[in-house]
């Protein structure tokens, strides 16, 4: 008995150790992120990778988790040549940011450093567009200091979701730190799960392939996987509420959203007094993706009114 539980442990071990052993001895190339922005300090000695184009009124672009600056691309540009001054960044953490230095990886150290960087490129009357998480961290920035925002525009944004299920014993074995460190020692592995988030991500519509290139480029990084573990482990579907936001807000939502259902863009919508809802029908969570054009021409029409 004890020789066969000694050969089954040499086995599992011998299985566990030979594909990153084999990954190291045999590297996959890893596509990189696109060219740096500009650095710029949200508070001690973290910085954060922002691109900044165009110049007009100021729109500042959240991206999700996880996510990078470089996911807004499209609506960036579209966004830059109607006008405006378009800052997307990559979050703390995130793509070619600094790593968060203290161990606080919550909405709320998300919303600081937000207007951190406000105050930093002295931006006032801002848009504030959040993604998914970044919508959170939105409304959370704003309800702690409104003074430079001007408006807000939440697409899929995180909120209230009485019925979100709650995370399995399954979930959080499968996205501990050795497990993901072992996945993504094993890159065809990791690839693997990372399509499996696409299809729920962009509700079984095609992936654009340089999105799925960003995304290999971004969860090759260590700080990236450490800070998606990390805040993922901290979310809750609890809020904020934007009723005590005195600042016009833009609702997009898509009514196929699998990653933040509808319901929670519906109940932003009842909850902020000057509000309003835009349904994207067929829209995934992935609007900023599949649909940039039409999210940055609604940004572009609430910035001007």
Known sequence: MRRWFLALTVLVSVAVASPPLFFALFPVEVPDLPA?????????DVAVNALVRGDGSPVVLIHGLPGTAYNWQAVSDRLALRGHRVLAYDRVGYGRSDRRSADDFSVDANAREL?????????????????????????????SDVSRIGRLVLVGSAGLWESAPPPSRLFSILFSAPVVEWMAAVPPLFRGMQQAMGVQFFSEQPVPGWFSLQSRANFALSTTRHTWRQEAARFRFDGP?????????????????????????????????RSELLVVEGGSHALPATHPVLVADRIEDFAAR
């Not at 960087?117 to 704003?142: C, F, H, I, N, P």
């Open 36 to 44: 740096p922005g500009r650095r710029i300090w949200v508070g001690g």
């Open 241 to 273: 509420d934007p009723a005590p936001i005195d600042r016009p807000i833009l609702v997009i939502h898509g009514d196929d959203d699998r990653v933040i259902p509808l319901e929670v863009g519906e109940w932003i919508h009842a909850r902020a007094p």
């Open 115 to 143: 207007l951190a960087l406000l105050k930093a490129e002295d931006l006032r009357d801002s848009t504030v567009v959040g993604w998914s998480y970044g919508g959170k961290t939105a409304m959370t920035a704003a309800l």
